[in-house]
DNA sequence: TCATTAACGCGAGCTTGCTCGCGTTAATGT
DNA sequence: ACATTAACGCGAGCAAGCTCGCGTTAATGA
């Protein structure tokens, strides 16, 4: 979804433009190794990337661009599992996604993306249509288990997914603390009974 | 929680100190009101207070120290409901939160506030034990829920609530739409299934 | 192979964010 | 009431963040 472009006229996306974006992106992703999101600067960036100053306001406006496109690059490694139930699925993807943001880098690239959303609102409408991408690929296991009849017909993919997601994004952000395997459990047999009790369904019973 | 500390000796906590205080806190709020986070800037919270910029820089060290105050300040208004039962005491608390977020000033502060905790590492400490704070004191209607047996006995009170309030900040912070009364009413009855199926036991079972 | 022109390197210089020292105001103890 | 000294106002000035123009390098199409 973000590679694949029919490469735009005029443009030279070939040969250097990919090297130092590689580069660019790399260095993010180091620099956040050493120091986490607070210690972050386009200054460190160009140094340890090789790439001018310049060059980086210029490809991508202000940092907040440059760790937006860091997330997604790295975000396509998370696949979609099909055990064959949802529960197994559920808790497969969970275990994923604990396995990805318990990597101290990559838990500072969510802080600096949030931070960055939060700030500009350009990053903002570019990560709203990411994560809404990855919750409609993603929501192909709830529509799977809605047509095993493992769940009521009228869930909400999208919203399971988002539940799904919910804790580790608490845990890293609000409550500040390790992202353990236990999480990943709690979050995916947490979810698969609030699903089947109907929680996340279009057409909720009381509105008040 | 926040207020009545013993007075330090050496500081002069009333009158004049006072009142500045709350004039640039309601300016931080006022200032969120139009622009959001992103408009927000020390110059501008001095001159709608009328306190001067280096007088914020002295008290409160940067605009993280300053957004992290004004949230613990506005907190103290959400309270800890007891309809008499957990599902009922889950939707009270999850409307509530619902109507807190819903204001669009207080979705700039916690956007401000989760950005200042990234980027300052003494920010993060401080709302990480507020928030730590804030768990274990609304923890106490899941403790007299268990005490009702109405959930299991080691259900972990801090991880219930913690599971009630995520759904709202992922909906602030990572998939950036509208909170609305729909997301509070399957916050509360999601947790509420998954609580009853033991996913926030201490001791769950299976560990792979 | 060669002309065209994106994309990049370089450094001067502007802007914004922040600090510091000094004089003034007003809260607090006696 | 009066002396003491936090807390604040003020403006100069430093530093980090960012921009801009120009010359150079290398990707692309013919």
């Known amino acids: 979804m973000t ?12 040969g250097r ?4 974006r590689e580069a660019v992106l790399a260095a993010v ?6 120091g986490g999101y607070p210690a972050l600067s386009m200054e460190k960036i160009a140094q340890r990337s090789g790439v001018h100053l310049a060059t980086l306001y210029r490809r991508w406006r202000c940092m907040e661009g440059l760790v937006c496109e860091a997330l997604i690059d790295r975000s396509a490694a998370v696949p979609l599992p099909d055990t064959g139930t949802l529960p197994g699925d559920l808790r497969a993807l969970a275990h994923a996604i604990g396995a ?12 600096a993306v949030v931070a960055a ?20 690929t993603t929501g192909q296991m709830v529509d799977r288990a809605v047509a095993r009849g493992e769940l009521p017909a009228d869930t ?17 952000l609000i409550a500040r603390r390790p992202v353990d395997r236990a999480l990943a459990e709690s979050a995916a047999t ?9 929680a996340y369904t279009r057409a909720r019973p009381a509105d008040d």
Chains 1, 2 share one sequence.
């Open 3 to 14: 590679t694949a472009h029919p490469a735009p006229r005029g443009t030279r996306p070939g």
């Open 17 to 20: 433009t990919a090297r130092t």
């Open 29 to 34: 992703f180091e620099e956040l190794g050493d």
């Open 100 to 111: 990805f943001y318990g990597e101290p880098r990559m838990r500072g690239l969510i802080e």
């Open 117 to 136: 959303a939060a700030r500009d609102p350009e990053s903002a409408t570019v990560l709203r249509s990411f994560f809404e991408d990855r919750l409609r």
């Open 156 to 172: 909400d993919a999208a919203e399971v997914l988002a539940a799904l997601g919910a804790p580790f994004y608490y845990r890293i």
């Open 190 to 198: 947490a979810v698969w009974a609030a699903a089947r009790a109907g």
